[in-house]
């Protein structure tokens, strides 16, 4: 069943970016939503016999769609706010328990993230408005994400840190360029850029995370 749950997620892919691309708002409003539809059983479908962790996986995921669901409705960009951030929420935990909490302190990933984080504050700062704190609270949760992302090195497999730290990584620049489009200037062909780095995003945290299983408890 996981190849027919990867093949969904491929078509469903290759929807959005045709329906982003080419501007069908009928393609999109279906094939969005199924993104982490798709992603999700595809998880589970590969993840049979995981230990406990990959629940948590399995509710950043869930999140993930509601958020994706909320942003796409006018109007609705704090809860697709607060959803994403549980979802954060959801893969530091997961990352915590599939080797950064074992992995030796690496001060530069910390510095690295911090140094991005002020300057995405710096420039969202003018436009934020009434949203300082919450869009500030969200940078710190998701540049945790990152950090603890890349703090699995060592205590993982060579692929299983590569992919998933790749992922953060691209998670991170979708969720900025949201951030800038929104608060400080126009990003060119932003929605398509935003959903080609959060779509490849969550597959290559997934598959990252698949990679994991031996050594797990």
Not at 21 to 31: E, N, Q
Not at 89 to 98: C, E, G, L, R
Not at 146 to 153: D, F, I, L, S
């Amino acid at each position: 069943m996981k190849l027919i749950w990867l093949a969904l997620y491929a078509v469903s892919v290759v929807a959005v970016l045709v329906a982003t691309t080419f501007s069908v708002p009928d393609i999109y409003v279906v094939a969005k939503p199924l993104l982490m539809i798709s992603l999700l059983l595809y998880f589970i479908a590969a993840s049979q016999g995981y230990p406990g962790w990959r629940k948590f996986v399995g509710f950043a995921l869930v999140f993930s769609w509601a958020g994706d669901v909320f942003l796409m409705q006018d109007g609705m960009f704090a809860a697709g706010l607060v959803s994403f951030l549980i979802a954060h929420i959801f893969y530091i935990i997961t990352y915590q328990k599939t080797g950064a909490r074992q992995a030796a302190f690496r001060p530069w990933n910390l510095a690295g993230f911090a140094a991005a984080g002020a300057a995405i504050i710096w420039v969202l700062y003018p436009g934020l408005g009434e949203m300082l704190v919450p869009v500030v609270i969200y940078m710190l949760v998701l540049l945790t994400m990152g950090v603890r992302a890349h703090q699995r090195k060592g205590a993982t497999s060579a692929a299983s840190f590569r992919l998933v730290a790749a992922g953060a990584l691209l998670f991170v620049l979708s969720d900025c360029l949201i951030a800038i489009n929104k608060f400080a200037f126009e990003v060119p062909a932003e929605r398509l850029l935003v959903m080609s780095t959060y779509m490849a995003a969550q597959f290559l945290i997934v598959q990252g995370l698949l990679r994991h299983e031996k050594y797990s408890a």
